[in-house]
């Protein structure tokens, strides 16, 4: 279990940011992305400079829709609010790092079809493709706390990144090369893996194909066997864990992450060059 400080023992009188502070948090990030930026900027790498950031093409999926927003958080906050914040996130630290061809994709939030998210991707000609996520866990793990009043489920059992890659992707190597170099940058950020998905439970059993690494193989995800570019899906933390729930909206805690993930496709991008080249 992750610890930041935070002692739940005390059921409901923590005091853990509100509901509406972590909602104004959030709108805050959107509003304001200069903040962000130079909250996250120490954490992004300098490395890799042998990498042609001008013209190495990114899309960065927001995953879920304002429709159809995905898991809820312990203090019941939508899952696509923190996709979209982290994803934003992603692409204003690529773009300050010089990877000017980056896009979001569904940024409005309305895309639903996942093979249309792909085919964004693969109609810009993408060279990698980065789906974000946030994670909960089955039922058979929430408990029942109560905040600002009302009974709302959570699972501090379960924290920590995963990662996804399909064998059904064009580029499937590639895309387990990519998910094993962001891996590495998280943990050397100091996150862990989370290794929930692989237990022999219904609605888990993924097939782990690194377990120091949280890299999983879930071949049947749309949105990674549809791209035609390398294709990786991240599930950035478990949003149901209220202590890491309430880091993610920490924008030095986040930056871990963005930093991460731009020092990873600089490596993934100064290797094809190197392939290129030879």
Not at 146 to 163: A, I, V
Not at 196 to 201: S, V
């Amino acid at each position: 279990m992750l610890g930041f400080g935070v002692d739940w023992r005390a059921e409901g009188t923590h005091p853990a940011p509100s509901r509406r502070h972590v909602l104004r948090s959030c709108r805050k990030r959107l509003r304001f992305p200069l903040a962000t930026t130079l909250a996250i900027w120490p954490q992004v790498s300098g490395r890799h400079t042998d990498c042609d950031r001008a013209h190495f093409r990114i899309a960065v999926d927001v995953g879920h829709t304002v429709a159809t927003p995905g898991a809820t958080s312990a203090r019941g906050v939508p899952e696509y609010r923190f996709n979209a914040t982290l994803a934003r996130d992603i692409v204003r630290a690529l773009t300050a790092a010089g990877y000017r061809r980056t896009i979001l994709v569904n940024d409005n939030g309305r895309i639903g079809s996942l093979a249309e998210r792909a085919g964004v991707a693969n109609r810009f000609h993408a060279a990698i493709y980065l789906a974000i996520h946030h994670d909960a866990v089955q039922p058979r793990y929430l408990e029942t706390w109560t905040f600002e009043g009302r009974p709302l489920p959570f699972s501090d059992r379960f924290h920590g990144f995963s990662l996804f890659v399909s064998r059904r992707n064009r580029r499937a190597g590639a895309s387990e090369r990519f998910g094993r170099l962001l891996a590495r940058e998280l943990l050397r950020r100091g996150n862990s893996p989370s290794l929930h998905h692989a237990e022999p439970i219904p609605g888990e059993g993924r097939p782990l194909l690194d377990r120091a690494l949280g890299l999983y193989q879930f071949d049947d995800l749309v949105v990674l066997h549809e791209a035609s570019m390398p294709a990786l899906l991240l599930e950035a933390g478990v949003i149901v864990n209220r202590d890491e729930e309430a880091a993610l909206f920490d924008p030095s805690y986040r930056g871990r992450v963005v930093g991460a993930v731009v020092a990873a496709i600089g490596e993934f991008c100064s290797e094809a060059d190197s392939r290129r080249s030879r």
